[in-house]
Antibody
Framework: QVRLVESGGTLVKPGGSLRLSCTASGFTFSDYYMSWIRQAPGKGLEWISHIPTSGNSIYYADSVKGRFTISRDNAKNSLTLQMSSLRAEDTAVYYC???????????????????WGRGTLVTVSS | SSDLTQDPAVSVALGQTVRITCQGDSLRNYYASWYRQKPGQAPVLVMYGKYIRPSGIPDRFSGSSSRNTASLTITGAQADDEGDYYCHSRDTTENHVVFGGGTKVTVL
């Protein structure tokens, strides 16, 4: 069964740290870019970070740069988000998602997320 | 530029047609992807690339684009089409992912 399962979300105090995990199954994890995307309560989707297949050329949203670290373990089919210096505004459901693109030699590039986990809730509150 | 702009909400009568738009500089050079999200659920891909529907998405969904605007059209809207619709692409550097703010679609 092709799926992504997030875990690790919980209640944490401001300034605290938390580690989220995403376990992939049913597909060759190492073949795909992966992203973390979050959604604050009642708000829209916000991209956090993505990591290519080999783990280099990582990018972060400005809102989390310097505080969050994305990593992957292709041998364990696992994606991780290490979060530190957490703030109330980091409260959200965190999704991991599989990213695909149009491949090589696209005249007009495109990217899309074809597989999402169900999300894990992170609450930052004292 | 990194912003994708969507109208916050739109309503459509059952069986009628509704178009959802997404504007952004990056859309001059990239196709958008579209997702529908129902309350309490993860987003689901409904359109990507040059107006490609994933398996299971009905053909009443179609896509188009012009200049800096991508559009998702639902022809003959059904009650099950209700939800929040998000567009997605990358910014003009291609390094950062961007989402539109979402459009809430209500079927009356």
């Amino acid at each position: 069964q092709v799926r992504l399962v997030e875990s690790g979300g919980t209640l944490v105090k401001p300034g605290g740290s938390l580690r989220l995990s995403c376990t992939a199954s049913g597909f060759t994890f190492s073949d795909y870019y992966m992203s973390w995307i979050r959604q604050a309560p009642g708000k829209g989707l916000e991209w956090i970070s993505h990591i290519p297949t080999s783990g280099n050329s990582i990018y972060y949203a400005d809102s989390v740069k310097g505080r969050f670290t994305i990593s992957r373990d292709n041998a364990k089919n696992s994606l991780t988000l290490q979060m530190s210096s957490l703030r109330a505004e980091d409260t959200a459901v965190y999704y991991c998602a599989r990213e695909r693109d149009c491949g090589h030699d696209c005249f007009y590039p495109y990217w899309y997320y074809d597989l999402w986990g169900r999300g894990t809730l992170v609450t930052v509150s004292s | 530029s990194s912003d994708l702009t969507q109208d916050p909400a739109v309503s459509v009568a059952l069986g009628q047609t509704v178009r959802i738009t997404c504007q952004g500089d990056s859309l001059r050079n990239y196709y958008a992807s579209w997702y529908r999200q129902k309350p309490g659920q993860a987003p689901v891909l409904v359109m990507y690339g040059k107006y490609i529907r994933p398996s299971g998405i009905p053909d009443r969904f179609s896509g188009s684009s012009s200049r800096n605007t991508a559009s998702l059209t639902i022809t003959g809207a059904q009650a099950d089409d209700e939800g929040d619709y998000y567009c997605h692409s990358r910014d003009t550097t291609e390094n950062h992912v961007v989402f539109g703010g979402g459009t809430k679609v209500t079927v009356l």
